[in-house]
């Protein structure tokens, strides 16, 4: 299971106004991970752009040699393309 939240949302508040799941809450925050942002790991940024690479073009059936070095965009960007 994946589950995030962006730093500016305050999930217990949420939980308060109803909005989040209290159960969900409880069962992620007995581990809570903290993760830099991505602009501050752009080495992972590579990592990311090959895993969803690959993951998508399994699904179409296709296959890619290789992904240019020099293609810098945002996972969302790459998840997209």
């Known amino acids: 299971m994946f589950a995030s939240s962006p730093p500016r949302i305050d999930l217990t508040a949420a939980v308060a106004d109803g909005t989040f799941r ?38 179409a059936g296709k296959t890619f040699r290789r992904v240019r070095p020099d293609w810098n965009a945002a996972v969302h960007g790459a998840r997209n393309a």
């Open 22 to 59: 209290q159960d969900l809450f409880y069962r992620l925050d007995v581990f809570p991970v903290e993760m830099p942002p991505l602009r501050a790991r752009q080495e992972d940024i590579p990592v990311l752009v090959e895993y969803f690479i690959g993951r998508y073009a399994r699904k």
